[in-house]
């Protein structure tokens, strides 16, 4: 089963309004001519959504919020799903690690999220992953299996999730999973899914990597069968992010 590339960068809390038209437009000007047949989610800033929106004209590059909140209301600071479906984006990252350890994001929450995201129509990067110390105790699937059945609980629509496998220790830190640590856990999380879902929906979910992909290991990484694209931190900030794009047009062998 063939499935659409997709390749997300997550610009976190970072860039200016100067900074981003330079790198995005950049970008934008390079796939102007089309993607190859990947698909890119760009997740800048709360508050550079809209602005990074009007930069991209490419056909297949979309522009997803990194996070949105439960109910809509007396919640300073926050931003909600119908929020950004009515800026005219189609997409929101739920459940990255960030959220879950620095502002204790749940499993129930992530899913509450989920549930929530798809029901005003957005589609949703959902994020799991293992803390070194949980994978080396050797609760790598059990962890992600736990974060996983959170969210699956709560989907409505299973051809607008997308789940990024991002051990937590590879985050940031230069310590990429090999491409055998990322595909034993894709493979596994496809069997979760074929088991606990169906077998259509697992053979056509896309999983992405995430954690210290680069212009250098995305080409070993893609090379595996079940990893079916990227969500990228740092080097989306870079041009080498366009490389990493590159990497993902390649058919598998
Ligand atoms: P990184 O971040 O590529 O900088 O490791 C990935 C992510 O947090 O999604």
Redesign the pocket.
């Known amino acids: 089963m063939s499935r659409t590339p997709i390749i997300?960068g997550?610009f976190?809390c970072n860039g200016t309004v100067e900074g981003l038209t330079k790198l995005v437009s950049d970008f934008d000007a390079d796939w102007r001519g089309g993607l190859g047949g990947v698909q890119v989610v760009l997740c800048p800033s709360a508050l550079h959504l809209q602005h990074v929106k009007g930069l991209v004209s490419a056909p297949g590059v979309n522009v997803a919020a990194q996070n949105c909140i439960i109910k809509e209301g007396a919640f300073t600071g926050e931003i909600s799903a119908g929020q950004i479906k009515d800026l005219g984006l189609g997409w929101v990252v739920l459940g990255?690690?960030?959220r879950r350890t620095i502002y204790g994001e749940t499993d129930a929450i992530v899913g509450e999220k989920v549930k929530v995201a798809l029901s005003k129509g957005l589609s949703v990067i959902a994020?799991i992953g293992e803390t070194l110390k949980e994978r080396e105790a050797g609760d790598t699937l059990t962890v992600c299996y736990r974060q996983l059945s959170a969210i699956a609980a709560n989907v409505s629509d299973w051809s607008r999730v997308v789940i990024?496998y991002?051990p937590v220790w590879?985050?940031?830190?230069g310590k990429v999973a090999t491409p055998e640590q990322a595909q034993d856990v894709h493979a596994a999380l496809r069997k979760w899914i074929s088991a606990n879902v169906n077998g259509s929906t697992a053979s056509s979910v896309r999983i992405q990597y995430?954690?210290?992909?680069n212009a250098k290991n995305c080409a070993s990484l893609w090379s595996k069968p079940d990893i079916d694209g990227f969500?990228?931190?740092?080097?989306?900030l870079k041009p080498e992010f366009k490389t990493i794009v590159r990497s993902a047009q390649k058919s598998k062998l």
Request: with cysteine; proline share 0%; glycine share 26%.
């Open positions: 997300g997550n976190k990255h690690s960030e994020c990024a991002e590879a985050i940031g830190t995430g954690g210290s992909v969500l990228v931190g740092g080097a989306s």
